[in-house]
């Protein structure tokens, strides 16, 4: 059964940080793009950052590059998202998933993430 786990939300003050975690069974992490997305109150998705197949190489949006540092444990096949210098316009659900972009393969159930004073 395929499953995707996510926790470690929360509400931080702007500068703090948080760590996500993202947990698969079923499937294995590193045959597929690894992608953190993020949807803001009201908004669409905005994407955040790919591992790419195999884990050669990761990608971030400029919004949060600096900050945020994505990376896998293979031993646990888990996904982490690690957020850093947090800003009120970091808030919002975060999701991870095995494609590139919401809309096909397996996605968590989205971890929120309140930014605020």
């Known amino acids: 059964e395929v499953r995707v786990v996510q926790s470690g939300g929360g509400l931080v003050q702007p500068g703090g940080s948080l760590r996500l975690s993202c947990a698969a069974s079923g499937f294995d992490w590193s045959a597929f793009p690894m992608t953190w997305v993020r949807q803001a109150p009201g908004k669409g998705p905005e994407w955040i950052s790919t591992i790419n197949i195999g884990g050669g190489s990761t990608s971030y949006a400029d919004s949060i590059k600096g900050r945020f540092t994505s990376s896998r444990d293979g031993a646990k096949n888990t996904l982490y998202l690690q957020m850093d210098s947090l800003k009120p316009e970091d808030t919002g659900v975060y999701y991870c998933?095995?494609?590139?972009?919401?809309?096909?393969?397996?996605w968590g159930k989205g971890a929120l993430v309140t930014v605020s004073s």
């Open positions: 998933g095995n494609t590139r972009m919401l809309g096909g393969g397996y």
